[in-house]
């Protein structure tokens, strides 16, 4: 399904990533202008150490940041039998988002 989307709109899952990572930077600014945002009480506290031990951008986007992840996921899903064979990471991803 997805493959034949992706043949006739290339743009839809380019503009996809874009979208998202936009609205990663959108919450993160939020939450980074006033920690107290959150409904936590030490939401500053937590904020802070969050940026110290994950860094300014602690979420990864993309089969770059996260194709170790995935493949233990696909692998996972494999031995308890969810899937019937390995799917290689590249295959959840539009050809034209591999980069992105």
């Known amino acids: 399904m997805h493959e034949n989307m992706t043949r006739q709109n290339p743009w839809a899952a380019e503009r996809l ?27 500053a506290f937590i904020v802070g150490q969050e940026r110290r031990d994950y860094g300014p951008e602690p979420w990864s986007h993309g089969l770059a940041g ?4 995935l493949e233990t996921f696909v692998r996972y899903a494999k031995q308890q039998r969810y899937i019937d064979e390995i799917i290689p990471v590249d295959k959840f991803f539009a050809p034209n988002t591999l980069d992105a």
Not at 17 to 43: C, I
Not at 66 to 69: G, I, M, R
Request: aromatic share 10%; no cysteine; glycine share 4%.
């Open 66 to 69: 996260n194709e170790a992840n």
């Open 17 to 43: 990533v874009v979208a998202f990572r936009e609205a990663q930077r959108l919450t993160d600014a939020y939450y980074n202008e006033t920690p107290k945002r959150l409904s936590l009480p030490g939401a």
